[in-house]
């Protein structure tokens, strides 16, 4: 098991920036592989980001190239989503997951890929 803790959702108007954080409990943070994931009402969920387990391999969804930067620090059990010029479109609730990899640089971008999951926290961007 590895629990996941998402914070730092909120309000924001479009233009606006958030930072969200996830924190995993446990020793073996390293060997996890990192995602980000969000779902809007109706929708399904959606990928956004993945770290690899030493962060050099980052990977977007193509919706948030260039507005959004995933990171870790690996010393903090904690993955990071920093959110720039926001969107209403960009409105969901977005998860952390972590998966187990023999490799440190991979990374994976679909929701069937990934064993564990945070309970969500929610972004709103008002127009």
């Known amino acids: 098991q590895v629990p996941l803790v998402e914070s730092g959702g909120g309000l924001v108007q479009a233009g606006g920036s958030l930072r969200l954080s996830c924190a995993a409990s446990g020793r073996t943070f390293s060997g996890y592989v990192m995602g980000w994931f969000r779902q809007a009402p109706g929708k399904e969920r959606e990928f956004v980001a993945s770290v690899s387990r030493n962060g050099a391999t980052i990977y977007y969804a193509d919706s948030v190239k260039g507005r959004f930067t995933a990171s870790r620090d690996n010393t903090k059990n904690t993955v990071y989503l920093q959110m720039n010029s926001l969107k209403p479109e960009d409105t969901a609730v977005y998860y952390c997951?972590?998966?187990?990899?023999?490799?440190?640089?991979?990374?994976?971008?679909?929701?069937?890929?990934?064993?564990?999951w945070g309970q969500g926290t929610q972004v709103t961007v008002s127009s």
């Open positions: 997951a972590a998966r187990a990899s023999t490799s440190s640089t991979y990374i994976y971008v679909t929701v069937e890929d990934y064993l564990y």
